[in-house]
């Protein structure tokens, strides 16, 4: 049986992660509060902004712009966007 959360992102119930994704209070907060499907949306969008910026995940300072950014996706606030990128016609 698959257990559900209520969707910090989406604001209802739905399938919540199978464990916490990363180490530590932020990792249990995002598995108590962030669905399957809103983790995924932004594993997407994180690929995105790490390929089209350039991004370094040995620099610190990326590390930490992208962990703002993935609390600005959850909270519904205004996040970045890798510029020019255009999803494909479905």
């Known amino acids: 049986m698959s257990r559900t959360v209520f969707c910090r ?4 119930e739905l399938k919540g992660l199978d464990f916490p994704p990363m180490p530590g209070a932020r990792g249990q907060d995002l598995y108590e509060n962030v669905s ?7 594993q997407a ?3 995105m902004l790490i390929n089209e910026k350039h991004l370094s995940l040995m620099d610190q300072n990326t590390r930490k712009y992208l962990q703002a950014q993935m609390q600005h996706f959850f909270n519904n606030e205004p996040f970045d966007k890798a510029e020019g990128y255009v999803p494909p016609e479905q």
Do not use: G, M, P
Not at 9 to 12: A, D, E, N, R, S
Not at 36 to 42: I, L, R
């Open 45 to 47: 969008q994180q690929t």
């Open 9 to 12: 992102k989406y604001q209802k």
């Open 36 to 42: 399957k499907q809103a983790w995924e949306e932004w």
